[in-house]
């Protein structure tokens, strides 16, 4: 007698994004957005400049209102419940805002306070952030002081303080230099089994470097959702620059 295994159940989807939609007067920025992403996976989530990338993850981070669809994270409505879906959220918006006079350990010593932490929790979520970043060597310099990639990693930083169940990441390696890209693709690595992870991104190589999934955005508009693979099936060519090519020119 042969005993039959079970299929492993489904992970829960952290982030349902449905009918998400943009408009700016008569544009129309995100046209009717709709995926969900669930814990263990990461999705590269493709477009190029103007597609509506960095539109979607503000409205899903709810800093933006949608003028139709519905957001949630881990259950809760991103503009009903607001507050409780930010509570379960790391975002790094593009153009991370901080407080460049702050020192980064200063910075982020506020943030976890804004989160709720004090004592000695709040000393250990910031020593904790600031090693997974790479940060402790700039810890006492002022935030203003810092390169480009070194403020994108504070940003970084800053969300991956409460060790949320979702993390969406608006260009989370732009101005690193290749040994931080390597560093950063390594960590969300890490976090990957235990969190849905959104990575929003123009440059093909960080897809097939840590996504397992990617979805194509071109004029508002989903035009490709599958893994990177099924993906670079799509062209001869077999590579994802020729695909993306191809998918964002015919929705042009």
Not at 3 to 23: C, H, M, N, S, Y
């Amino acid at each position: 007698m042969t005993t039959r295994v079970q299929d492993a159940p489904a992970q829960p989807a952290l982030i349902e994004i449905d009918g998400l939609t943009k408009r700016f007067g008569t544009f129309t920025a995100v046209d009717n957005v709709s995926f969900q992403v669930r814990r263990g996976e990461v999705l590269g989530f493709l477009g190029p400049n103007g597609a509506g990338k960095s539109t979607t993850m503000r409205m899903l981070a709810g800093f933006m209102t949608p003028t139709a669809g519905t957001a949630r994270i881990q259950g809760h409505d991103v503009q009903s419940d607001g507050v409780a879906a930010r509570r379960v959220l790391g975002f790094l918006p593009e153009g991370a805002p901080t407080y460049p006079e702050m020192s980064v350990e200063g910075f982020l010593r506020f943030c976890a306070r804004v989160r709720g932490f004090s004592g000695s929790e709040l000393r250990d979520r910031v020593d904790r952030a600031l090693e997974m970043t790479t940060l402790r060597g700039v810890r006492l310099q002022p935030v203003e002081t810092l390169s480009k990639g070194f403020k994108r990693r504070v940003g970084l930083a800053q969300a991956l303080l409460h060790n949320p169940p979702v993390l969406v990441l608006d260009e989370p390696t732009d101005g690193l230099d290749p040994n931080q890209k390597h560093e950063v693709r390594a960590l969300i690595e890490r976090m990957a089994p235990d969190k849905a992870i959104v990575i929003s991104t123009h440059i093909l190589e960080e897809v097939g470097a840590v996504c397992s999934r990617a979805i194509v955005i071109a004029g508002g508009r989903v035009v490709a959702d599958a893994t990177p693979a099924e993906l670079e099936q799509r062209h001869p060519s077999g590579r994802l620059e020729d695909v993306f090519r191809m998918l964002t020119m015919e929705a042009a």
